[in-house]
């Protein structure tokens, strides 16, 4: 009977090695069927896809990636406007409707001018934005007609985001334009003294003479486009020709000239602008029986829906799952594929953005190096490669040219393949496309790092990690506003005052509070990831206290409400939820690529856990050789248990709980 049991405790434990598959996602450390591993590597490509930036066919937008761009923009019989983005910026989300309006405003120019944009955030369009020199996001420039490619052909910038400005800057653009292509309309303003019979002279793009020619007197102290916008929008009006004037002696307005009569006759508009004056004119050749098309407002766009097939389902299905079980695990953990897409991010697009690094730049990407290498938690094929890229940009004497550090790092991840074991974000996957990932799992490292910075002995310096990450905030985040904004609250929130370790940690939790409160009920806030004064009560109910009468806080650390923190708290929770143990493995694919088992980390000080964290994370050969071993034993133990159970009519239910782990 004994030997009954062993056999079933051994059957078991096969099973639930099976029985892991299925359920993968749900168990802590279930290494994922291969059927599951697939779909892992279906799912991040296809919502890569999916992720196709912040605009689509439904907008005037044109998108462009690497391979077209340069066909788009470059030798065109039109002028291209192309916004160089990064889908992952908030400022960048908050500029596409702006984008979009002004695209949808001007689409009537569109023979002229293409309203463009290319999203830097992918992984494709990396070199094509280094070679634009694309810097901050975003960046808008101009491409006249027939712009022609070769060395730094860049286009114009343009420095102006507000759309009336972008449109001000296309127009003095537009107007400086020397090749012009047939049709492109002549902005120079018609002198006081030239006959106004040469405007009704028919010409080659316009065979009809014109019946009316309105004149568009701009006399603004600041100067102004309105008239020549307004050229823009009737270019194509039949019979009529809009030109614009500089009489000084007369005030901004608008005039019509009769061409049977030559009279001319002063046209009332409400307001000088180019809605007015040009629904001015169109009202005036509407009285006249001469039809304007009006011009679309949005291309014509196509009806995008697909059939779900079986396999798109089942994706679902289990992308449903995975976010069911992140549910219950609660907000307080820390995702190892969080962190290694962080840093997969960081390393191979971010750092790469720059045609050199070198000088502080290359100080910060040393120093940023140098903590991923001393606290990153990672497998040990991980752990060398992190090693090698310090080793490689530690040797760098002066600078690193870009196209070298991207082919070096790729080759070092190839030798060591597979480094990562994530393809996806976790707990910085997002409800809406684009929104946090990346930022998210920056934030998510850097608190990690202080924390685990805090737990040991490596380094005494409690300026480490903090200064790592204002290196690389500074001089490598693409996102330039909150670079920008990080640095100016670091030097208000006095961060080289920082004294400790641990107030390292408290340091980095109430700037990232301070972020929050700036952008809670921001565009880029997901609905289902409110910006909270973090950790929210019902995370850590003891980290807040009533607040004391008479006691003068800290402005840093206190709350709206009649709370204040409890900074010891906080601290405690802190430590907790970014500890190496509370590293989540769930949705990682590469089983081979799982740390250890949490129990042999050991829950001691920093000492125990540091001595084995860069060796322990993988199953070592022996482990391998061991499993493949004690597989083959499951598949002969079972094929006798079944013969056994099936002779006896045995039944019994079984369960996948945390038995692995034992194998
Ligand atoms: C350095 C930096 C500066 C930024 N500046 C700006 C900016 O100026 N403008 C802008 O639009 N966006 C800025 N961002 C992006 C923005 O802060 C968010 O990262 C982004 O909007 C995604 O938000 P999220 O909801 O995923 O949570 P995030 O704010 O990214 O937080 C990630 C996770 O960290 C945890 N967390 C939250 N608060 C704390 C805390 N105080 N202490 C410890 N853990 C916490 C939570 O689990 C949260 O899910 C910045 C990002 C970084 C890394
Ligand atoms: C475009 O708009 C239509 C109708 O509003 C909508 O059904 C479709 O999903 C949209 N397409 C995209 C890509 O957003
Ligand atoms: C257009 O040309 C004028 C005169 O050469 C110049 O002063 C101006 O800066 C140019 N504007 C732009 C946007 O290039
Ligand atoms: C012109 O510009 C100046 C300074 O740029 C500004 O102060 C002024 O208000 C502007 N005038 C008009 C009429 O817009
Ligand atoms: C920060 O440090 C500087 C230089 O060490 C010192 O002069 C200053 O008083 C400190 N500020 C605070 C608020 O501690």
Known sequence: ???????????????????????????????????????????????????????????????????????????????????????????CRRYAPIWKQLASDILGWQKLVKVTALDCSRDENNAICREFEVMAYPTIRFFAPYY?????????????????????????????????????????????????????????????????????????????????????????????????????????????????????????????????????????????????????TKPNNKDSTTEENISDIME?????????????????????????????FALFHEVTRFKKIDGERLLALQRFMNVLVRYFPFNENGMKFLKEVRQYVLNAESEIGAEDYSNQIKKLEQNRS????????????????????????????????????????????PLEILQAMHGYIKYFFGCSDCSTHFQQMAARNKIWNVTSKDDAILWLWSSHNEVNRRLSGDATEDRDHPKIQYPSIEMCPECRKQKLTNHHNHRQYTLDDANEWNLLEVSTFLKRVYSYNNRNQLGLWDANLLPQPLARTGGGGADSYHSNRSFGNVLNEMDIRMGALLYVACIVMLLIAVKMVVKRGYRKKMYAHDILGKV
């Open 418 to 461: 597979p480094v990562f074991a994530s393809n996806r974000w976790m707990g910085c996957s997002s409800t809406k496309d684009g929104l946090r990932r990346y930022p998210c799992g920056l934030w998510t490292l850097f608190h990690y790092m202080t924390v685990q910075a805090a737990e040991s002995e490596i380094s005494t310096d």
């Open 148 to 296: 022609e490619d070769g060395a730094q052909k860049i286009g114009e910038p343009v420095t102006a985001h507000a759309e009336a400005e972008v449109i001000n800057a296309l127009i003095e653009h537009m107007q400086n334009v020397t090749q012009k292509p047939a049709g492109w309309p002549d902005f120079t303003p018609l002198e006081s003294d030239a006959p106004r019979e040469q405007l009704f002279n028919p010409t080659e793009a316009r065979p009809d003479p014109p019946k009316y020619a309105y004149l568009i007197n701009e006399n603004e102290i600041n100067g102004t486009t309105v008239g020549s916008q307004v050229m823009l929008d009737l270019l194509d009006a039949p019979l009529a020709v809009v030109k614009r004037t500089k009489e000084t002696s007369e005030p901004s307005g608008l005039k019509v000239i009769v061409g049977d009569s030559m009279s001319e006759i002063k046209l009332p508009v409400d307001e000088f602008s180019r809605a007015k004056v040009t629904s001015a004119i169109r009202k005036h050749l509407s009285e006249h029986h001469i039809r304007v098309t009006e011009v679309a």
């Open 1 to 91: 009977m004994s030997k009954f049991v062993i056999i079933l405790a051994v059957v078991v434990t096969c099973l639930s090695q099976q029985l892991a598959g299925i359920d993968g996602a749900g168990l802590r450390n279930g290494p994922l069927s291969l059927y599951e591993q697939h779909l892992f590597k279906r799912q991040a490509k296809d919502s890569n896809d999916e992720n196709a930036g912040l605009y689509d066919q439904n907008d005037s937008v044109i998108s462009l990636n690497a391979g077209n761009l340069k066909e788009k923009v470059f030798g065109q019989p039109h002028a291209s406007l192309v916004e160089f983005y990064n889908s992952y910026c908030g400022f």
């Open 316 to 344: 679902k299905k289990q992308e449903e799952a995975l976010r069911v079980k992140m549910k219950e695990l609660g907000p307080a953990i820390v995702y190892q594929a969080d962190l290694e897409e962080a840093i997969k």
